[in-house]
């Protein structure tokens, strides 16, 4: 690790990938970690990020997305995690996200249920 000031640190992971290929990935941390600790924590981040997107292209077919002009991608991007949170929220069925999504498509009653949370009717 780069100490900076403030007892903030500056970590360069490098990852190489065959003979001709490397990825190098900063994080900033306020954390004084040694290599072992740190490689877990870089780690369970990805982890947690991979999960994450698994979610939205199985539920909302994300990766087929093909919206590029300006803003659009990220604003759907925004969008569908809401969604994901909103759908998550509901409890009152047992079923996948993406079962739930055309739930709503389908069912005004239930798409009401998961726009306001539970409790509300």
């Known amino acids: 690790p780069l100490k ?24 900033l941390t306020s954390r ?5 600790k740190l490689l877990k924590l870089a780690r369970s981040h990805w982890s947690v990020e991979n999960q994450l997107h698994y979610i939205l292209d199985v539920s909302f077919n994300e990766d087929a997305s093909r919206l590029r002009d300006g803003f659009t991608g990220e604003n759907l991007a925004v969008i569908r995690q809401l969604c994901l949170n ?16 055309l739930k709503c498509g389908w069912d005004e009653n239930f798409l009401t249920k998961v726009l306001l949370g539970p409790g509300e009717k």
């Open 4 to 27: 900076e000031q403030g007892g903030d640190y500056l970590i360069a992971l490098k990852k190489i990938r065959g003979k001709k290929s490397t990825e190098m990935k900063y994080y």
């Open 32 to 36: 004084d970690l040694n290599a072992e």
């Open 86 to 101: 909103l759908i998550k929220k509901e409890e009152t069925k047992k079923k996948s996200v993406k079962t739930k999504r």
